[in-house]
């Protein structure tokens, strides 16, 4: 009767040690981490105008990764698409300069979405080998597919929809519409990186589905808990904020750095200074507007181009538009050239002086909140409010 009772207490165990091991730290599961970017959108690095946005940026990236190493592992890093520039000059070497960053930082994967398709013949085959990055695209030049495995699990990440693989853990690293990746069946997680944002992973039957953080602001962390056959039993999320607060990493500092160089020399062969010069600056304007000069010296808008200088920026042309007058349109060019079109003078907010000079019958342009958001943003200035600023630079 003892053995009988025995045996009944010791299959008890047995049951509740299956039954609660998932609430409890989740016993002698096997753990990965999969640490996913997308749509980054040639997002390099947060501007700095302002710490409420100021999240995100490779470097931060880098230096998150490496500085929680150990507690992040056994991990995948992946990137779901379309992290590339514009297709513009400074947009293809933002291109190149995320490549070469992702091959320092060590992703596993990263795939080609719309905004990569559209420069694919920029960065052919060879991107992969140059830069230590595996590419997952629909191309005749890259991989559809790639396999890894870690921590004893075969991992199949494609960018293909109909190309999941039995027996092995499917990733799809997609750029569709999220409604229509809930109508796939056939893969354990989809990542999205069509820039929709997901607070958090949703399941589809037996899918993980999550997307990247727009413009690298958050690291997504989604961590899956497996039995001993390789069968996800469980997970859990989290985001991680890349603020000021996280070291950056020297290496990938080092690839950005490069990047502002080539800008600066990409600013002196692209953007040519006009023979004719179609705005004033504010010392022309004294000559008749003496108080109100007096009252804008006052102000942060006459000291733009400092913030910009000590950030190293001053020579970058997305950040020197919004610090100067006229650039790119017949106005500043440079401290060398132009210094007398340096800050935010009057001529930023009421149009180029030149005809007003000629006639002064013909009036300055008005003042409207249209003009002040062509640089004041949601990611450089979230706190705007047109009221509120006038106030400021009211003279």
């Known amino acids: 009767m003892l053995d009988i009772q025995m045996k009944r207490a010791l299959l008890i165990n047995l049951v509740l040690l299956t039954v ?5 730290g989740h016993g002698q599961q096997r753990v990965l981490n999969i640490l996913y970017t997308g749509s980054i959108q040639g997002e390099l690095e947060p501007c700095g105008c302002s710490p409420k946005t100021d999240f995100g940026g490779l470097a931060r990236l880098s230096g998150y990764i490496s500085e929680n190493k150990k507690s992040l592992s056994p991990y995948l890093l992946i990137d779901a698409g379309n992290f590339s520039g514009d297709d513009t000059p400074q947009g293809r070497l933002k291109t190149e300069t995320l490549l070469k960053a992702y091959g320092v930082i060590g992703y596993d994967a990263v795939a080609f979405g719309k905004r990569e398709k559209a420069l694919q013949d920029n960065f052919p085959s060879p991107v992969s080998k140059e830069n230590k990055v595996r590419v997952v695209a629909d191309s005749p030049h890259y991989s559809r597919s790639v396999l890894i495995n870690r ?6 990440i ?3 929809p109909e190309s999941s693989e039995k027996g092995k853990i499917n ?3 997609s750029d569709l519409p999220v409604s229509e990746l809930r109508e796939i069946k056939g893969w354990d997680i989809i990542i999205n990186s069509s820039g929709e944002l997901m ?16 413009k690298g602001k958050k690291l997504g962390i989604l961590t899956l808990y497996f039995d001993r056959s390789g069968k996800i039993t469980d997970f859990s999320h989290r985001w991680q904020p890349l603020g000021s607060n996280i070291k950056e990493d020297a290496a990938v500092r080092g690839v950005l750095n490069d990047y502002d160089s080539r800008v600066a ?7 040519k200074p006009l023979t004719e010069v179609k705005y004033l600056g504010a010392e022309r304007c004294a000559e008749c507007h003496q108080p109100f000069v007096e009252s804008w010296k006052k102000t942060k808008h006459a000291s733009a181009i400092s913030s910009l200088e000590h950030a190293g ?14 650039f790119g349109e017949g106005g500043f060019y440079s401290m060398e050239a132009t210094p007398g079109l340096a800050n935010v003078q009057c001529e930023v907010c009421h149009g180029p002086g030149r005809e007003h000079l000629a006639d ?3 009036p300055l342009n008005a003042i409207t909140e249209s003009v002040c958001l062509k640089c004041h943003t949601r990611d450089t200035s979230p706190d705007f409010s047109y009221k509120n600023y006038l106030e400021k630079v009211k003279h």
Do not use: Q, W
Not at 151 to 156: A, F, G, R, V
């Open 158 to 160: 494609s960018s293909n």
């Open 360 to 362: 002064f019958e013909k």
């Open 151 to 156: 921590n004893k699990l075969n991992i199949h």
């Open 313 to 326: 920026k001053s020579f970058d042309p997305e950040c020197v538009i919004c610090h100067t007058v006229g």
């Open 171 to 173: 990733i799809l690293l």
């Open 199 to 214: 607070e958090g992973p949703g399941r589809t039957g037996k899918t993980f589905m999550t997307a990247g953080y727009p």
């Open 20 to 24: 609660l091991s998932p609430l409890t």
């Open 265 to 271: 020399m990409l600013l002196k062969e692209d953007i």
